[in-house]
């Protein structure tokens, strides 16, 4: 299995930007794919991006796709979340998971296998 640990989070003014960074530790991490998510008390989790196990295919969510970017860098086992624009809709506590790679991209949190703890990202106007 592997455990994933994101770093990167506070307090910013709507406009600015933010780098979250997921941590892997455990297996291979090139064996997964990765996601990230945003959740709001009381609210479903949100998908935001997945990125492929070599990185070469991504995918995003509607409401981010212009203003996020998802990498990832496998030899030093990270995935990063880049989020530029932000806007006080974007507070939230942000997750990256983590996806057995036979399985390719998935949008839905149900289909990944190991989260991290989370970050909270608050964006102030």
């Known amino acids: 299995q592997v455990q994933l640990v994101e770093s990167g989070g506070g307090l910013v003014q709507a406009g600015n930007s933010l780098r979250l960074s997921c941590a892997a530790s455990g297996r291979t991490f090139s064996w997964y794919v990765a996601g990230w998510f945003r959740q709001i008390p009381g609210k479903e989790r949100e998908f935001l991006a997945a990125?492929?196990?070599?990185?070469?295919?991504?995918n995003y969510g509607d409401s981010v796709k212009v203003r996020f970017t998802v990498s990832r860098d496998n030899a030093n086992d990270a995935v990063y979340l880049q989020m530029n624009s932000l806007k006080p809709e974007d507070s939230a506590v942000y997750y990256c998971a983590a996806r057995e790679s036979a399985y390719g991209i998935s949008r839905n949190p149900d289909e990944y296998n190991y989260w991290g703890q989370g970050t909270q990202v608050t964006v102030s106007s």
């Open positions: 990125i492929s196990r070599e990185g070469h295919f991504t």
